[in-house]
């Protein structure tokens, strides 16, 4: 069974970091893309980031480059997400979300995953 759990999310003050995490458990290998939505109250939910099974092409939404980074350590299953200089308009319930693939790319539209975590709350205050 696959299942996804998220954690990391906190209250930041604004120019401050946070490093999410989400767990990936139920594969049976790391051909699996992995990418972090982050929805606001009111909003639909947008993509972040995501990391293909080999790492190499990862994608970040505009508003988020040279700021987030995401890695993945395989070994533990693991991906994260690194956020710094967070925004107040940041604050969101962000969720990791999964498909299996064995592709070298990796897409941040919503309907490409098919399991998704219960989310963790970023809240980015002072």
């Known amino acids: 069974q696959l299942q996804l759990v998220e954690s990391g999310g906190d209250l930041v003050q604004p120019g401050g970091s946070l490093r999410l995490s989400c767990v990936v458990s139920?594969?049976?290998?790391?051909?699996?893309?992995v990418a972090w939505f982050r929805q606001a109250p009111g909003k639909e939910r947008e993509g972040v980031s995501c990391?293909?099974?080999?790492?190499?092409?990862?994608t970040y939404a505009d508003s988020v480059k040279g700021r987030f980074t995401i890695s993945r350590d395989n070994a533990k299953s693991t991906v994260y997400l690194q956020m710094d200089s967070l925004k107040p308009e940041e604050k969101a319930i962000y969720y990791c979300?999964?498909?299996?693939?064995?592709?070298?790319?990796?897409?941040?539209?919503?309907?490409?995953?098919?399991?998704w975590g219960q989310g963790t709350q970023v809240t980015v205050s002072s």
């Open positions: 979300a999964t498909r299996r693939t064995s592709f070298s790319f990796c897409n941040p539209d919503v309907s490409w995953y098919d399991t």
């Open positions: 139920g594969f049976p290998d790391n051909y699996y893309a």
């Open positions: 990391t293909p099974s080999n790492r190499n092409r990862t």
